[in-house]
Every structure is written in structure tokens, then in C-alpha cells.
């Protein structure tokens, strides 16, 4: 078993995405081989990359205000204790729609998390 604080865990690296920061909370470093948690923050105005992958995401909201945006740009609120399931392939992005940090725990695959994209690429068509 590991406990770990947040506070503890340093920023990854989140590939020229000012207004996000990333912790790779629990993974391989770790000993976890096939599952991660990571925790996102986006600052106000902030949003992660609108992409799509071919492994799934399980998102908890943990703090602060924004949307989920779909395959059809459809917005859904999210607050606080909101759990959202993004499946394979599915496009979405996290939009940050208050004033404060809106800040959430996604979980991957290891393979997703290796894979470099798993919320840092450029939005398509943008
Ligand atoms: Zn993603």
C-alpha cells in the first residue's frame, strides 16, 4: 500500500497548456501497471484540448464549476461530486465556465497515460 498528499506531487509536464496542470497522483511510479489517476486543474477561461483517443477516461469533479462538451459540441454543467464516463474514441474536452479552479480526477489506462495524449493535444481544426 502507498499514501500519498497531493500537495506532494509535482506538475507534468502539460505540453504548452497554460491554463491546465496535471499530477500524475498514483501510477507507474508508483507500482501501478495498469491504471492511472491523474489530477487536472483549469484555471478560470481554461479548457483541455477538445480530442478524442482510443481508451476511455472516468472523471470525478472535485472542485469549482465548468462543462463537459460532447461529439456534437453539446455543453453538459458540472459541479463538484459529477462523475462523468468518456468512452473510447468519444471527442470531448473539460471547459472551466466560473471564476475559480475547476479541478477534476481522471483516470486512464496506463497505456493511455503513456501515450502522451491523454488531455494535452492541440484541439482539432483549431
Ligand atoms: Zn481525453
Do not use: D, I, M
Given at each position: 500500500m502507498k499514501i500519498k498528499r497531493r500537495d506532494d506531487v509535482p506538475l507534468a509536464d502539460t505540453?504548452?497548456?497554460?491554463a491546465v496542470t496535471k499530477q500524475v497522483v498514483l501510477g507507474p511510479d508508483d507500482g501501478s501497471d495498469e491504471i492511472v489517476l491523474r489530477y487536472f486543474s483549469v484555471a478560470a477561461g481554461g479548457a483541455t484540448p477538445y480530442h478524442s483517443h482510443d481508451f476511455p477516461h472516468l472523471v470525478k469533479i472535485e472542485a469549482g464549476c465548468g462543462v463537459a462538451v460532447d461529439a456534437d459540441k453539446k455543453e453538459s454543467p458540472l459541479v463538484a461530486g459529477d462523475y462523468v464516463y468518456v468512452d473510447s474514441d468519444e471527442i470531448h474536452n473539460f471547459k472551466n465556465t466560473g471564476d475559480e479552479p475547476f479541478d477534476f480526477i481522471c483516470m486512464v489506462p496506463l497505456r493511455g497515460e503513456l501515450s502522451g495524449i491523454s488531455c494535452e493535444l492541440p484541439p482539432e481544426g483549431e
Open positions: 505540453q504548452g497548456y497554460a
